[in-house]
């Protein structure tokens, strides 16, 4: 089996054997339940991240390269941080872009 599956396959039974010890916890609530659902979150979190970092949403930025004459800087104001939609902070990001519109067909 792939390496990447079984990774995914062990994120996702950890956090439903944390779900499971979390519920059966509510229900007959001696302390090793809590603790092993605690544990398997954790768990389930790190695997989580591992996945994360092997398949990054964002892949790394291109090396820079120089500017020609027909391409321009544009700066743009985005949000660096958010939490729940709303974001927290703003950074400057500078994009390259072609200058004029698109070429004209012959």
């Known amino acids: 089996m792939d390496p990447d599956v079984r990774l995914r396959w062990g ?15 509510l229900f007959n609530p001696p302390l090793p339940f809590l603790l092993l659902a605690v544990g ?14 092997r398949h990054p949403a964002y892949p790394e930025p291109l090396p820079h390269r120089p500017v020609t004459d027909d391409e321009e800087d544009i700066e743009d104001v985005v949000p660096a941080v958010s ?4 974001p927290l902070r703003y950074e400057r990001k500078t994009t390259r872009v072609r200058k004029g ?3 004209s067909a012959p």
Do not use: N, S
Not at 40 to 53: I, N
Not at 83 to 86: D, E
């Open 83 to 86: 939490m729940v939609g709303i």
């Open 40 to 53: 398997l979150g954790a768990l389930a979190y790190l695997l989580l991240r591992l996945e994360v970092r």
């Open 101 to 103: 519109g698109p070429p």
């Open 11 to 25: 994120v996702r039974l950890a956090a439903v054997g944390a779900l499971a010890a979390f519920v059966f916890w």
